[in-house]
């Protein structure tokens, strides 16, 4: 057994078998917002696992992205059969596909109405709200999910999973999970669910090893994307879980809004264009392509359907947040998005209001140089804008004690 072997095994079943709050399975299993969070979390990290293995098979695609479309269709016709309410963040979100459905009507693609399938049920909500303890086990019971067919695969194909270095970058093992530097996109989606047992581990003592084991895997991918978000994400997450009160949101806040400003200065300053292995070019061609439809973007399919020249090839995004939104929706669609993300903040039950800004922070923090969730297209991880939604729309029952989860993503 190699070192990373070791690492990886080791990590991945340390962080799968501690102990996070929330209701057991058995009582969550019939609720609407866990399996919403759990397929969406599990199959986008299942997915990027089985890339990892044979990252040509179109059934991969088929298993991340339809089963959600349809789940989003089936749960959505549920809440408005039983009197659905749309909240004012949620008119917001849905006028942000205006003229995205616009553009995919123009040119006869569906991706936009399947990214707004996904975001149905976080817009449409059950008129008895979604109950975040269920939330809160569908993101335990995925993160499980995940790790554990991780430790399958690199048990079972060890030779397939790990292999060498890209050459510009490494973990600290000297070689990679994700030969060739494959595995960047399973390292964002490791930093970005590192937040969970931080808002959900009982104890100081058992989010700290979450940390470390977290921080291994990140790094066994060798994906410097996947470091840079988690650093961020957790750095604000342990804020979160380390204060309390005024200062704990004046702490949280502010971490939103420093990567949010990192993500704008990622995108505007003059770069040369093979900074960041590429992606500085990107950056430059996404700037001149949004000063031609500067107000309404030029669609959320354009960048995909660009010839592939040798300018710049055609990539599945921008890699940076706030260029893919400038392009896909134009000033409209950042503007409308940017209000529907205020409102949800503003609207969200004070008790867990700084835990959704945790999360909108790891979120901004994983597409600071990719684009993990977006409205109009299927991106890495396209369950982080449901969560945040969701999380920022959710509430306690009646009459259930805050003071057992005062630790746990709640107050």
Same mark, same amino acid.
């Given at each position: 057994?190699?070192?990373?072997?070791?690492?990886?095994?080791?990590?991945?079943?340390?962080?799968?078998?501690?102990?996070?709050?929330?209701? #057991?399975?058995?009582?969550?299993?019939?609720? #609407?917002?866990?399996?919403?969070?759990?397929?969406?979390?599990?199959?986008?990290?299942?997915?990027?696992?089985?890339?990892?293995?044979?990252?040509?098979?179109?059934?991969?695609?088929?298993?991340?992205?339809?089963?959600?479309?349809?789940?989003?269709?089936?749960?959505?016709?549920?809440?408005?059969?039983?009197?659905?309410?749309?909240?004012?963040?949620?008119?917001?979100?849905?006028?942000?596909?205006?003229?995205?459905?616009?553009?995919?009507?123009?040119?006869?693609?569906?991706?936009?109405?399947?990214?707004?399938?996904?975001?149905?049920?976080?817009?449409?909500?059950?008129?008895?709200?979604?109950?975040?303890?269920?939330?809160?086990?569908?993101?335990?019971?995925?993160?499980?999910?995940?790790?554990?067919?991780?430790?399958?695969?690199?048990?079972?194909?060890?030779?397939?999973?790990?292999?060498?270095?890209?050459?510009?970058?490494?973990?600290?093992?000297?070689?990679?999970?994700?030969?060739?530097?494959?595995?960047?996109?399973?390292?964002?989606?490791?930093?970005?669910?590192?937040?969970?047992?931080?808002?959900?581990?009982?104890?100081?003592?058992?989010?700290?090893?979450?940390?470390?084991?977290?921080?291994?895997?990140?790094?066994?991918?060798?994906?410097?994307?996947?470091?840079?978000?988690?650093?961020?994400?957790?750095?604000?997450?342990?804020?979160?879980?380390?204060?309390?009160?005024?200062?704990?949101?004046?702490?949280?806040?502010?971490?939103?809004?420093?990567?949010?400003?990192?993500?704008?200065?990622?995108?505007?300053?003059?770069?040369?264009?093979?900074?960041?292995?590429?992606?500085?070019?990107?950056?430059?061609?996404?700037?001149?392509?949004?000063?031609?439809?500067?107000?309404?973007?030029?669609?959320?399919?354009?960048?995909? #359907?660009?010839?592939?020249?040798?300018?710049?090839?055609?990539?599945?995004?921008?890699?940076?947040?706030?260029?893919?939104?400038?392009?896909?929706?134009?000033?409209?669609?950042?503007?409308?998005?940017?209000?529907?993300?205020?409102?949800?903040?503003?609207?969200?039950?004070?008790?867990? #209001?700084?835990?959704?800004?945790?999360?909108?922070?790891?979120?901004?923090?994983?597409?600071?140089?990719?684009?993990?969730?977006?409205?109009?297209?299927?991106?890495?991880?396209?369950?982080?804008?449901?969560?945040?939604?969701?999380?920022?729309?959710?509430?306690?029952?009646?009459?259930?004690?805050?003071?057992?989860?005062?630790?746990?993503?709640?107050?």
């Amino acid at each position: 057994m190699t070192p990373i072997v070791g690492a990886v095994l080791l990590s991945a079943l340390v962080w799968m078998l501690l102990p996070m709050v929330g209701v #057991r399975t058995t009582e969550s299993w019939r609720s #609407r917002e866990y399996w919403l969070v759990h397929v969406l979390f599990s199959l986008s990290g299942i997915g990027l696992i089985l890339g990892l293995i044979d990252s040509s098979n179109p059934a991969i695609s088929v298993l991340r992205f339809s089963i959600p479309v349809g789940m989003g269709v089936v749960l959505t016709v549920i809440n408005i059969a039983r009197g659905a309410v749309v909240p004012a963040a949620g008119w917001f979100l849905l006028l942000a596909f205006v003229p995205m459905t616009a553009f995919a009507l123009d040119d006869r693609l569906l991706m936009p109405f399947m990214s707004l399938a996904i975001l149905l049920p976080v817009i449409f909500l059950p008129r008895d709200g979604y109950d975040l303890r269920h939330i809160q086990a569908g993101m335990r019971d995925s993160l499980r999910t995940v790790l554990f067919v991780l430790i399958l695969s690199v048990i079972a194909l060890p030779g397939t999973v790990i292999g060498q270095c890209r050459g510009d970058k490494c973990s600290l093992w000297g070689s990679a999970l994700g030969p060739l530097g494959t595995g960047n996109p399973l390292g964002v989606f490791l930093a970005f669910v590192s937040i969970f047992p931080v808002l959900l581990g009982k104890k100081l003592s058992t989010v700290l090893i979450s940390v470390l084991a977290s921080g291994v895997l990140v790094d066994s991918t060798s994906s410097r994307s996947g470091m840079l978000s988690w650093a961020i994400s957790i750095g604000c997450a342990l804020l979160w879980r380390c204060t309390g009160g005024n200062f704990r949101h004046l702490l949280v806040s502010a971490s939103a809004l420093g990567v949010v400003a990192l993500t704008t200065v990622m995108a505007i300053y003059p770069w040369r264009p093979e900074e960041f292995t590429g992606r500085a070019n990107l950056w430059l061609v996404a700037r001149e392509k949004f000063l031609e439809s500067p107000v309404f973007g030029l669609g959320p399919s354009y960048w995909v #359907r660009q010839e592939r020249t040798s300018y710049v090839d055609s990539n599945y995004a921008t890699h940076n947040l706030l260029l893919e939104i400038l392009v896909s929706g134009g000033v409209f669609g950042a503007v409308v998005l940017v209000l529907s993300v205020l409102l949800l903040v503003r609207s969200a039950d004070r008790n867990i #209001r700084a835990a959704v800004l945790v999360c909108l922070t790891a979120w901004v923090a994983s597409s600071v140089l990719e684009v993990t969730a977006a409205p109009g297209r299927f991106y890495l991880i396209p369950g982080i804008l449901v969560l945040v939604f969701i999380y920022g729309n959710a509430s306690l029952p009646v009459g259930v004690d805050n003071r057992a989860d005062a630790r746990a993503g709640v107050l």
